[in-house]
């Protein structure tokens, strides 16, 4: 049985390795096309609370007001992701334009656009819907790779 956290550094490995495949090679997502190692990291949120991020899908935009960026740390010192830059998002949004759980576009006048994926957490008053993003990722290029590296082969030759 699989842990979760190997699912989600198997789902994280997945999400980068899909954006480093030229876009021509895939669909004409716009998502796919995003780079999520070279995003803006936790300093660069947390410089932004309280200001407003559009969340874009094909049909709609929402605005979402940034207000929590917190960072958390590794079960244990030594797991494989210890070294990964690990911080969670706090959004809320209007519960007239309520969002599921998804990829969507943000844009921000000073982060730019960038795929963030989201999970409703929920929506304890008649205004507002809340939702979290959680990053777990390499810092570098180079413990990507390694990362990469020792990630498990899912394709076996039968």
């Known amino acids: ?17 899909t954006s480093v495949i030229p876009s021509t090679a895939l669909t004409q997502n716009h998502f796919a096309r995003m780079t999520i190692a070279n995003g803006p990291g936790l300093e660069q949120f947390a410089r932004h609370l309280q200001t407003t991020f559009t969340a874009r899908t094909s049909a709609m935009r929402v605005k979402l007001i940034l207000v929590e960026a917190e960072a958390f740390t590794a079960a244990t ?61 390499p810092i570098n290029a180079s413990e990507l790779a390694r990362q990469m590296a020792n990630a498990p082969r899912r394709i076996q030759n039968v």
Not at 98 to 108: I, S
């Open 77 to 137: 010192p030594n797991s494989e992701d210890a070294r990964n830059e690990k911080f969670t998002l706090l959004f809320r949004g209007p519960t007239q334009q309520p969002l599921e759980q998804d990829n969507y576009l943000f844009e921000h006048p000073h982060l730019g656009r960038n795929a963030i994926f989201i999970v409703p957490i929920g929506c304890p008053d008649p205004a507002h819907c809340y939702y979290e993003a959680i990053f777990d990722r």
């Open 1 to 17: 049985m699989q842990t979760r956290r190997k699912f989600l550094r198997d789902c994280s490995i997945a999400a980068v390795t």
